[in-house]
């Protein structure tokens, strides 16, 4: 970002450059390219010329679309579930904030990785059987209430326990505000939500794993452990601190995977920078896997359009802070502030209206580019891989907080909010039920409503 480019003293020349290296991709391969290029840069190291090292990718997915594993769910019945579990999770901390105001507990965390936790219950995550270890699951503690209320929808917690939410000691018994396997036993594996404790943990798991392994003491090859993790959360000196560890033990049963939702407690993690591109040099830089999901399908076409190149240097040149603002701002304002910088670029969105643009869908947010990132790192060898998904803080929420800088602390919503949230994950629930801020339950049970 913001590097200082010198000027083209001789275009001629840097064409000449240009069309060789283009010949020999064409003629040679794209390996014989690579070797060309590092014998160059090589010999500029050599001879004392400053070659930086850069560990940066343009700021596009890994894995363009035409590299995407066929999806094998059912998307409708997957975004049915979802949405309920969404509404079930703002519920929770909605009600308990009703019954006593400052109860606690956050909507915005879980509405930003709903997506990345359900492609991999739905088809990654392996339970614990007879037969064999399942997968272990460190969970962004914040993000504690959609896993509470996916827990509910399958009938694995009461309606009591949810009321109870944050009170644990109140009568039928409650739910932890956090991941914690002191206080439910039953229910969490890891404690998480002191940052910084998820991601050091999984690495030291996943060694562990091995460990046990290579002495023939237990057969965790089927084992793989996650951990997901805030983009805010990766400035803990833990988060980063052994990550060479997990390189240099070649730790391929390792999957982090980064909500980043360019946002923290109260504002931006980077302002005036890009985390994904930061996060990305430092794992790449330490020996990892990164596959980075920035876009969902809706920029497909418009990067298909682009014959020029023209999107990818633009989308490299906006910092956290602005995409944020691009978050909260209508259409109109992302046509004119980041189509509207070239001409070109503003061809590529004519046919969208501004609504269209303004619902562009991002890569955490798109079932699809999930999956196919976390099949990759499912199939990496050799390297633990870290996954970089961009990702909006308070997602659906609306006027009440999404992307908003209050988001994180947004424990309340009005009748009006309510409503347009039901409306844009079409939830079942009327306008009479609204009131009631009911859960959606298995079952019809008193005080709930049947899916
Ligand atoms: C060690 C530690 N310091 C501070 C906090 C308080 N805290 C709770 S959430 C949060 C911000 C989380 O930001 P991020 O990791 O980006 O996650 P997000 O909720 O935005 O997805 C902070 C600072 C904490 N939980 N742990």
Not at 41 to 68: L, S
Not at 328 to 351: K, N, Q
Request: charged share 25%; proline share 6%; net charge neutral.
């Amino acid at each position: 970002m913001h590097k200082y480019i010198p000027e083209d003293i001789d275009a001629v020349e840097t064409q000449e450059w240009i069309d060789s290296f283009r010949d020999v991709v064409e003629l040679d391969g794209p390996q014989r390219a690579q070797f060309v290029l590092g014998k160059v840069r090589d010999y500029a190291r050599t001879n004392g010329i400053p070659f930086p090292i850069n560990a940066g990718t343009p700021y596009v997915n890994t894995i363009p679309r035409d590299r995407q594993p066929p999806y094998p769910g059912d998307r409708a019945i997957e975004r049915r579930l979802k949405s309920y579990i969404r509404w079930n999770a703002m519920a929770l901390v909605v009600r308990g904030n009703r019954r006593s105001a400052g109860i606690g507990g956050h909507i915005s965390t879980f509405a930003s990785c709903a997506t990345l936790f359900h492609v991999g219950v739905n088809h990654f995550f392996r339970p614990n059987v007879k037969e064999r270890s399942g997968d272990q699951i460190f969970f962004q503690g914040h993000a504690s209430p959609g896993i509470y209320a996916r827990a509910f929808l399958q009938g694995r917690l009461s309606t009591q326990q949810m009321h109870n939410f944050r009170r644990e000691l109140a009568q039928g018994g409650g739910l932890s505000s956090y991941p914690h396997p002191w206080l439910m036993p039953d229910f969490w594996e890891f404690p998480t939500v002191s940052m910084g404790l998820a991601s050091i943990t999984a690495i030291y798991q996943a060694r562990f794993n091995r460990y046990l392994l290579n002495r023939g003491m237990a057969d965790t090859r089927p084992c793989r452990v996650w951990a997901f993790l805030g983009d805010g959360e990766m400035d803990e000196p833990e988060s980063l601190g052994a990550i060479t560890l997990a390189s240099r033990e070649r730790l391929d049963n390792l999957t982090f995977v980064v909500n980043c939702n360019l946002q923290r407690l109260d504002g931006p993690v980077r302002g005036n920078g890009s985390v994904i591109q930061e996060l990305e040099a430092a794992f790449a830089g330490a020996g990892w896997n990164v596959v980075k999901v920035i876009t969902g399908d809706d920029w497909d076409p418009l990067f298909e359009a682009d014959a020029d190149g023209v999107l990818p240097a633009r989308m490299g040149e906006i910092v956290d802070g602005q995409w944020q603002k691009y978050t909260v701002e209508p259409g109109a304002y992302i046509r004119e502030h980041f189509f509207g910088t070239d001409p070109r670029l503003l061809r590529l969105v004519e046919h969208l209206s501004d609504k269209q643009l303004e619902k562009l869908r991002l890569g955490g947010h798109d079932p699809e580019k999930v999956y196919s990132a976390y099949k990759a790192a499912t199939d990496h060898q050799g390297q633990p891989t870290v996954i970089l998904a961009r990702t909006i803080k308070g997602y659906g929420l609306g006027e009440a907080g999404e992307g908003k800088n209050i988001t994180h602390q947004q424990k309340k919503m009005n009748d009006e909010e309510l409503r347009s949230f039901r409306d844009r994950f079409d939830i079942p629930i009327s306008d009479k039920e609204l009131e009631t801020r009911r859960f959606i339950a298995r079952r019809r049970t008193a005080r709930n409503i049947d899916i």
